[in-house]
């Protein structure tokens, strides 16, 4: 298992950008593909972003063009920077690993969650 701690979250007016933080444990992260997921009041959890192994990025469609996932395995950290922020990404947003290489949308592929970051964005 890899213990995933995420932070950065907070209140920000519209228009504005967040960078989340997460950091891993546990074992070696750049064995995983980490992805970042949301979920909104009273929505199912979404998926926002993904960073394989091998550095490739995927994103949800709607966020693509603001939200921007990177990693830096030296510090055993996944990032997620967001800019343009709408009140309508207000969430908790959760990072996610997997040692799986595909599907990396799918929450199912993936086997450590942290407890989430909460960002809040007002107009």
């Known amino acids: 298992q890899v213990q995933l701690v995420e932070s950065g979250g907070g209140l920000v007016q519209a228009g504005g950008s967040l960078r989340l933080s997460c950091a891993a444990s546990?074992?070696?992260?750049?064995?995983?593909?980490m992805g970042w997921f949301r979920q909104a009041p009273g929505k199912d959890r979404e998926f926002v972003a993904a960073?394989?192994?091998?550095?490739?990025?995927v994103y949800a469609t709607s966020m693509k063009g603001r939200f921007t996932i990177s990693r830096d395995n030296a510090k055993n950290t996944v990032f997620l920077q967001m800019n343009s922020l709408k009140p309508e990404d207000r969430a908790v947003y959760y990072c996610?690993?997997?040692?799986?290489?595909?599907?990396?949308?799918?929450?199912?592929?993936?086997?450590?969650w942290g407890q989430g970051t909460q960002v809040t964005v007002s107009s």
């Open positions: 996610a690993a997997t040692e799986k290489s595909y599907a990396l949308a799918f929450q199912r592929q993936y086997d450590n």
């Open positions: 546990g074992r070696t992260f750049s064995n995983y593909a």
């Open positions: 960073a394989t192994r091998s550095l490739t990025t």
